[in-house]
């Protein structure tokens, strides 16, 4: 099984609020794991990709963190929320035939 | 750097209609290549891939063809529906390790 799973599906929080988005994924242990910000109307942007347990490497500096605590769980975070955190988070892993497969992905709104 | 560059949509076509999206790529090496789909509301899928230089990915009618001498991986559907309505992203990724680089997606438009 590849299935990813994210929650929340959909979120609404203020500016300054704190986040935590959870993604876990079935299957076959150690995976890659991702996390890609989609912005209204534009592409897919990857914010941070991780190897292994409390391995993270981060693309683009910004306000957001990520973590993983388990093998199969990947945490994306924030301390405090701004409006440019607004967006669809997608949350990926790999296979041994170098695709990517995609959960469902969460919307947040910042307001 | 490796990069992804596709058509700016979006692409509004009638049903039966041919389709064709561009994509261009910047790479190092040998990177695979692939097509995703975005349905309203989802998360992306994966349509068809190429791997080498001439391989052609196939799927649901679309096809595409990995060109290394114009660095390209065109998207293209003879007859497209309505249920083809989605944005399609194209991403490369390098052999040694999966990192995606995708590019900006093309949203497409069928109507009846």
Sequence with gaps: SQTIHQWPATLVQPVGSPLSLECTVEGTSNPNLYWYRQAAGRGLQLLFYSVGIGQISSEVPQNLSASRPQDRQFILSSKKL????????????DDRYNEQFFGPGTRLTVL | GDSVTQMEGPVTLSEEACLTINCTYTATGYPSLFWYVQYPGEGLQLLLKATKAD???SNKGFEATYR???TSFHLEKGSVQVSDSAVYFCALSRNNFNKFYFGSGTKLNVKP
């Design chain 2, 55 to 57: 391989d052609k990915g």
């Design chain 1, 82 to 93: 701004l409006l440019s955190d607004s967006g669809f988070y997608l949350c990926a892993r």
């Design chain 2, 68 to 70: 290394k001498e114009t």
